[in-house]
T-cell receptor, first 113, second 114 residues
Framework: GENVEQHPSTLSVQEGDSAVIKCTYS??????FPWYKQELGKGPQLIID?????GEKKDQRIAVTLNKTAKHFSLHITETQPEDSAVYFC????????????FGQGTELSVKP | SAVISQKPSRDICQRGTSLTIQCQVD?????MFWYRQQPGQSLTLIAT?????????ESGFVIDKFPISRPNLTFSTLTVSNMSPEDSSIYLC???????????FGQGTRLTVV
């Protein structure tokens, strides 16, 4: 089955700096890669996603890149703000697995003012 | 989008007892899932709740321990049976409108077993 590895487990940046979180996946059939943000005491919330027919997607300060050949995808947050502090999860899924999401281990991002 | 109401939000239970968690969605959804998130860990899928039929469980999870109901397209329950301290986790309900679409999550149920 699918296995998703996420790095780093913790990341501390200064406000205004960029943050990058990386994930690798094992199943070449995976074709949907969402990123979720989880704040303390809340459920995860989708912040951006990318499908396998696209190499990059951007939404304001957030971007995701996908390298299908290498089976890795990354989340880029620019101009970080203290409210970006949270735990971020990458995930992968495929149609032939019924769209079940397999999550990475999570990255705790801390943005210091 | 989907708004998910999950109850209870937290509970402290005695070992050997059972707790039923409810998940109510504000619209009819295609898929409903239950996840477990152990302290400081990632999300692990327990099962897919199927409307009108038995749930589909992931490896390592069994119906006797985690019975699931889904009587309609907007409601599901997860029961954690015969609880032990190892069952202390956050349990999350999730829904989506089809494979490879945005998944929405409830706020979770924080369960502590003593």
């Amino acid at each position: 089955g699918e296995n998703v590895e996420q790095h780093p487990s913790t990341l501390s940046v200064q406000e205004g700096d960029s943050a990058v979180i990386k994930c690798t996946y094992s199943d070449s059939a995976s074709n949907y890669f969402p990123w979720y943000k989880q704040e303390l005491g809340k459920g995860p919330q989708l912040i951006i996603d990318i499908r396998s027919n696209v190499g990059e997607k951007k939404d304001q300060r957030i971007a995701v890149t996908l390298n299908k050949t290498a089976k890795h995808f990354s989340l880029h947050i620019t101009e970080t703000q203290p409210e970006d502090s949270a735990v971020y999860f990458c995930a992968a899924s495929s149609y032939n697995q019924g769209g079940k999401l397999i999550f990475g281990q999570g990255t705790e991002l801390s943005v210091k003012p | 989008s989907a708004v998910i109401s999950q109850k209870p939000s937290r509970d402290i239970c005695q070992r050997g007892t059972s707790l039923t968690i409810q998940c109510q969605v504000d619209s009819q959804v295609t898929m409903m899932f239950w996840y477990r998130q152990q302290p400081g860990q990632s999300l692990t899928l327990i099962a897919t709740a199927n409307q009108g039929s038995e749930a589909t469980y992931e490896s390592g999870f069994v119906i006797d321990k985690f019975p699931i109901s889904r009587p309609n397209l907007t409601f599901s329950t997860l029961t954690v049976s015969n609880m032990s301290p190892e069952d202390s986790s956050i349990y999350l309900c999730s829904v989506d409108y089809g494979a490879n679409t945005e998944a929405f999550f409830g706020q979770g149920t924080r369960l502590t077993v003593v």
